[in-house]
Antibody, heavy 124, light 111 residues
Framework: EVQLLESGGGLVQPGGSLRLSCAAS????????MSWVRQAPGKGLEWVSA????????YDADSVKGRFTISRDNSKNTLYLEMNSLRAEDTAVYYC?????????????????WGQGTMVTVSS | QSVLTQPPSVSGAPGQRVTISCTGS?????????VHWYQQLPGTAPKLLIY???NRPSGVPDRFSGSKSGTSASLAITGLQAEDEADYYC???????????FGGGTKLTVL
């Protein structure tokens, strides 16, 4: 079964940093662009960042531009999200998501596979 | 607020039909980008329900259907069941934001 498994969430102080990971299994990881999507407590879904299958192109939402960096290691089938200068409004469950058929990064396709999510809490 | 507008809540009795709207603009749905729908049960990750406006992934019951017209899209659920009680989200792409956009979500209550 195709699977995504996030890790790395936790409690961090405002201004701090955190690195999330997403381990992919049972699909050709490098053939697909990947995204991070977050959901603040009791709120809706918000797309955060995307990266092409090769890792050569990245895209970020304005809300995280300059603070978050998406990357991937195709040899380890793993997606990352480096989060710096964290703010209270970054508190959310962070999901990694795979598009159904996109490799370039700037995807318009549906996300057919989602991880279970990892919680990030930014608080002093 | 969200780029795509959904009603915060809808409700219906078992067996009834409900629709959830998703209203966008000329930079997203109206620009011709596809609309996708997700179902999110409490405490779980979103699950793909409808892709490319009106297509169902394998395993999704045909009680769920999607449509798109102009700057809006709709999700219809017929023969409501208790297990349909969940949050539903629409998704598209916005060329002025150069990224994926979601609706604010609609909570479906089965009475």
């Amino acid at each position: 079964e195709v699977q995504l498994l996030e890790s790395g969430g936790g409690l961090v102080q405002p201004g701090g940093s955190l690195r999330l990971s997403c381990a992919a299994s049972r699909f050709s990881f490098s053939s697909y662009a990947m995204s991070w999507v977050r959901q603040a407590p009791g709120k809706g879904l918000e797309w955060v960042s995307a990266i092409s299958g090769s890792g050569g192109h990245t895209y970020d939402a304005d809300s995280v531009k300059g603070r978050f960096t998406i990357s991937r290691d195709n040899s380890k089938n793993t997606l990352y999200l480096e989060m710096n200068s964290l703010r209270a409004e970054d508190t959310a469950v962070y999901y990694c998501a795979k598009p159904s058929r996109c490799s370039v990064g700037d995807c318009r396709e549906a996300f057919d596979i989602w991880g279970q999510g990892t919680m990030v809490t930014v608080s002093s | 607020q969200s780029v795509l507008t959904q009603p915060p809540s809808v409700s219906g009795a078992p067996g009834q039909r409900v629709t959830i709207s998703c209203t966008g603009s000329s930079s997203n749905i109206g620009a011709g980008y596809e609309v996708h729908w997700y179902q999110q049960l409490p405490g779980t990750a979103p699950k793909l329900l409808i892709y490319d406006n009106s297509n169902r992934p394998s395993g999704v019951p045909d009680r769920f259907s999607g449509s798109k017209s102009g700057t809006s899209a709709s999700l219809a659920i017929t023969g409501l069941q208790a297990e349909d009680e969940a949050d539903y989200y629409c998704q598209s792409y916005d060329n002025s934001l150069s990224g994926v956009v979601f609706g604010g979500g609609t909570k479906l209550t089965v009475l």
